[in-house]
């Protein structure tokens, strides 16, 4: 099934991004650092222009520290970007990102003359949880599925920094359909435009590619099965997910599945690496809070 979603509120929000970015200093734009390829959208590239744009890749608590590292070194060969790797959720990995807003805007960030941040991306990435963190209070909407924010808003840190929150912005034409599936898999797509058992075939068989162990210890104690059915089919069976006659309802079984692996059941799991064979120039290595690993064990 070819996915697809884009919303009608998008295209508006696209154009109030399009405007708001004009009276904007410092682009922030929120990926996913599971997926971090597959949840950038090209149009803040091509609106930010020469805009500096710092790149979060959120979520980092759920994602594999090493092919975060890699995606870091990555993105700083990219002009005008700084990359940082953070959880919104936690207060003082986020605190970096307004020193690095002030750093970038070295003429704004005095009274009456605040620094002006927009905080953009794909829905579900946490881009209004990050604002709540910043600001200290519930201060924009959020919430665990795609599209809960449908219309900008401005929120005065009150530091000498003002913060957009925007819609997340997908695209209309969903060419890249692997892309389309890491998102779906990630929960940046409306369960509408979806059909969960797929996605659970994919979201299984990538698992089953790059990370055999965690499958096998949370739900295959006697060895990995021979296909992404299979491994749904003993993972549904483990989460409870039955229909009539002691069956396996498959599309239950892939929603709980991807229910389990966004939540970190799994570990610290990325679905997308940096293209191989990169040639990484030598430059300043990313600095200890951005590659700082959180100290909580794995769930
Ligand atoms: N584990 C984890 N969850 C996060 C993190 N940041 C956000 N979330 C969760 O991700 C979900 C989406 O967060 P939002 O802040 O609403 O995302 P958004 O980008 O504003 O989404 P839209 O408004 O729909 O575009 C919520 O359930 C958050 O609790 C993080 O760093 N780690
Ligand atoms: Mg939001």
């Not at 449908?150 to 997908?170: A, E, F, R, Y």
């Not at 409306?190 to 969960?196: H, I, V």
């Not at 966004?262 to 064979?277: D, F, N, T, V, W």
Request: aromatic share 4%; hydrophobic share 40%; with cysteine.
């Amino acid at each position: 099934m070819t996915i697809r979603w884009y919303p009608g509120h998008m295209g508006k929000a696209k154009e109030q991004i399009a405007d708001l970015i004009k009276k904007t200093d410092v682009i922030i734009e929120v990926l996913d650092a599971r997926l971090p390829d597959a949840s950038s959208n090209h149009l803040f590239a091509e609106l930010r222009r020469n805009k500096p744009c710092i790149k979060v890749l959120n979520k980092n608590d759920l994602a594999d520290p090493a092919i975060t590292r890699a995606w870091v070194r990555h993105f700083q060969q990219q002009a005008g970007v700084r990359p940082l790797p953070l959880s919104a959720k936690q207060h003082r990995e986020t605190s970096q990102l307004l020193k690095l807003c002030r750093t970038l805007a070295p003429h704004r960030g005095r009274p009456g003359l605040p620094v002006r941040a927009m905080v953009v991306g794909i829905p579900n990435v946490g881009k209004s949880t990050l604002i709540n963190t910043l600001a200290g209070r519930n201060v924009a909407k959020s919430g665990d599925r795609p599209a809960v924010t449908v219309t900008p808003q401005l929120i005065d840190l009150k530091n000498g920094i003002v913060l957009s929150d925007t819609p997340g912005l997908l695209w209309p034409d969903m060419e890249d359909q692997t892309g389309a599936y890491r998102l779906a898999a990630s929960g940046a797509i409306g369960d509408s435009a979806l059909d969960y058992a797929n996605v659970g075939l994919f979201a299984a068989a990538y698992l089953m590619e790059h990370y055999p162990d965690r499958l096998v210890e949370r739900y295959v104690p006697d060895g990995l099965p021979g296909s992404p059915a299979e491994l749904l089919e003993a993972s549904g069976r483990r989460l409870g997910c039955l229909a009539g006659g002691g069956v396996v309802d498959l599309n239950r079984a892939a929603e709980a599945f991807l229910r389990e692996m966004r939540a970190g059941k799994l570990g610290r799991i990325s679905l997308e690496e940096p293209p191989k064979g990169e040639t990484v120039p030598v430059c300043d290595p990313p600095s200890p809070t951005e590659i700082r690993q959180p100290k909580e064990p794995l769930p």
